[in-house]
């Protein structure tokens, strides 16, 4: 007998959804890294500096994260699909107006809009998954979303940095809001609302102060959102320098740059796939054990090699294990901060993702105050990343004491 409302679904029915929740996902991701390839052309376009650059993508960033405070809870209160919709449509209206900016300063506020309307997909599709299944089913949902997801930091730089050629830096966003509408289209025709009126929180602020104490009275969801916004603060010091470093101290075209970041954005897919399988045999707790030792590791091994490196050749190996390292870590801090949290799933969701996008606001714009000449700055963003989340998993989560279920 299915133990689980998505057990229920056919086959085909499963996939479907799985596609259209990774589809979601992937829209925070692609709405960051589809234009990184286009810094350069950005800034001589509309005469601006790495700062101001940086700064565009902190906008984003910071819009992402207050957007998914914002529609988690809204979930919660008002079922999944509307908020998801109209976070969908908000960004589809930004994506128009950031194709057009006239200046850096309306560029940047609308950017800021964008990531709000991309934080809808972030956090809806994590608490969908939660209202569908749980237990050793919700390891395997969540690892296939982060599967598709996966796929975005992989495909945005070289898709971006073919679009740069062809239709420009204005170009991208005009591509974005068409992803955006497609999705809108998927939700309203594929999904169901997964969170129905008997389930639903009512009544004023006190519901919701309640469903925050619920979360941050719990030990370990505390300690994994410690350890996946340090993470993630780690990869974003990657994403957010590696564009720079690459074109303009290691003079990569745009082309190439797109292709050595879908190598290393490889990793985050393995690592995906490596976890899963250690999640499923031993927890989730000691596939996090696994992936936040291998980022200190390769954070150490970039230091090390970049002080000898004359190309960037000899980075790549290192960022890669970076990566398959935080692919390790993402899912299974969803799984372990969501397990117990079915009914206040979608505030859940959006605290840990805009904790994540909060603490990776202030790396980019700390790295970029220094001059690239070389991996250094990066490295060292992502070394103490990677100590502070290993620190979170072993002071706060205490794998060693974490007893889950996979049933």
Same mark, same amino acid.
């Given at each position: 007998?299915?133990?689980?409302?998505?057990?229920?679904?056919?086959?085909?029915?499963?996939?479907?959804?799985?596609?259209?929740?990774?589809?979601?996902?992937?829209?925070?991701?692609?709405?960051?890294?589809?234009?990184?390839?286009?810094?350069?052309?950005?800034? +001589?376009?509309? #005469?601006?500096?790495?700062? $101001?650059? $940086?700064?565009?993508?902190?906008?984003?960033?910071?819009?992402?994260?207050?957007? $998914?405070?914002?529609?988690?809870?809204?979930?919660?209160? *008002?079922?999944?699909?509307?908020?998801?919709? &109209?976070?969908?449509?908000?960004?589809?209206?930004?994506?128009?107006?950031?194709?057009?900016?006239?200046?850096?300063?309306?560029?940047?506020?609308?950017?800021? *809009?964008?990531?709000?309307?991309?934080?809808?997909?972030?956090?809806?599709? =994590?608490?969908?998954?939660?209202?569908?299944?749980? #237990?050793?089913?919700?390891?395997?949902?969540?690892?296939?979303?982060?599967?598709?997801?996966?796929?975005?930091?992989?495909?945005?730089?070289?898709?971006?940095?073919?679009?740069?050629?062809?239709? $420009?830096?204005?170009?991208?966003?005009?591509?974005? &809001? +068409?992803?955006?509408?497609?999705?809108?289209?998927?939700?309203?025709?594929?999904?169901?609302?997964?969170?129905?009126?008997?389930?639903?929180?009512?009544?004023?602020?006190?519901?919701?102060?309640?469903?925050?104490?619920?979360?941050?009275?719990?030990?370990?969801?505390?300690?994994?959102? =410690?350890?996946?916004?340090?993470?993630?603060?780690?990869?974003?010091?990657?994403?957010?320098?590696?564009?720079?470093?690459?074109?303009?101290?290691?003079?990569?075209?745009?082309?190439?740059? #797109?292709?050595?970041?879908?190598?290393?954005?490889?990793?985050?897919?393995?690592?995906?796939?490596?976890?899963?399988?250690?999640?499923?045999?031993?927890?989730?707790?000691?596939?996090?054990?696994?992936?936040?030792?291998?980022?200190?590791?390769?954070?150490?091994?970039?230091?090390?090699?970049?002080?000898?490196?004359?190309?960037?050749?000899?980075?790549?190996?290192?960022?890669?294990?970076?990566?398959?390292?935080?692919?390790?870590?993402?899912?299974?801090?969803?799984?372990?901060?969501?397990?117990?949290?079915?009914?206040?799933?979608?505030?859940?969701?959006?605290? =840990?993702?805009?904790?994540?996008?909060? /603490?990776?606001?202030? /790396?980019?714009?700390?790295?970029?105050?220094?001059?690239?000449?070389?991996?250094?700055? =990066?490295?060292?963003?992502?070394?103490?990343?990677? *100590?502070?989340?290993?620190?979170?998993?072993?002071?706060?989560?205490?794998?060693?004491?974490?007893?889950?279920?996979?049933?």
């Amino acid at each position: 007998m299915p133990t689980h409302l998505g057990d229920r679904y056919s086959r085909r029915r499963r996939v479907a959804i799985i596609v259209t929740l990774g589809l979601l996902t992937g829209l925070g991701p692609f709405t960051i890294d589809l234009y990184l390839p286009a810094f350069p052309s950005l800034k +001589g376009d509309l #005469g601006i500096n790495d700062a $101001q650059v $940086q700064l565009t993508l902190s906008a984003t960033v910071v819009g992402f994260s207050l957007g $998914q405070l914002l529609v988690g809870p809204l979930s919660d209160r *008002l079922g999944r699909k509307g908020p998801l919709l &109209a976070m969908n449509i908000l960004h589809v209206l930004a994506s128009v107006l950031v194709a057009i900016s006239p200046n850096v300063e309306f560029l940047t506020a609308m950017r800021a *809009l964008q990531g709000i309307g991309a934080a809808g997909g972030a956090v809806v599709a =994590m608490a969908m998954a939660r209202d569908l299944f749980s #237990g050793r089913s919700l390891v395997r949902m969540l690892s296939r979303l982060a599967l598709i997801s996966g796929l975005a930091p992989i495909i945005a730089p070289l898709v971006g940095s073919w679009l740069v050629v062809l239709v $420009q830096w204005r170009g991208v966003f005009w591509i974005l &809001a +068409g992803y955006a509408a497609t999705i809108i289209l998927l939700v309203g025709t594929l999904l169901v609302e997964t969170r129905p009126p008997a389930e639903r929180t009512t009544g004023g602020l006190s519901p919701l102060w309640a469903s925050y104490r619920r979360i941050l009275s719990d030990r370990v969801f505390i300690g994994v959102t =410690m350890t996946a916004a340090t993470a993630f603060a780690g990869l974003f010091a990657y994403v957010s320098t590696s564009s720079v470093l690459f074109q303009e101290t290691f003079g990569l075209s745009e082309g190439g740059f #797109g292709v050595v970041f879908a190598i290393c954005s490889v990793g985050v897919f393995l690592g995906v796939q490596t976890a899963s399988r250690l999640a499923a045999r031993i927890g989730p707790q000691w596939a996090l054990v696994f992936g936040t030792t291998l980022m200190v590791g390769a954070a150490t091994a970039l230091l090390v090699v970049d002080r000898a490196a004359t190309s960037y050749v000899p980075l790549v190996p290192t960022m890669f294990a970076f990566t398959f390292g935080f692919g390790s870590v993402a899912p299974n801090c969803q799984v372990l901060g969501l397990q117990n949290h079915r009914r206040d799933s979608g505030t859940a969701a959006s605290l =840990m993702g805009a904790t994540n996008m909060g /603490v990776a606001a202030f /790396v980019g714009p700390i790295v970029g105050t220094f001059e690239l000449t070389s991996a250094a700055p =990066m490295g060292w963003a992502m070394l103490v990343s990677a *100590l502070a989340s290993t620190a979170a998993l072993w002071l706060v989560v205490r794998p060693h004491r974490l007893a889950f279920s996979l049933d």
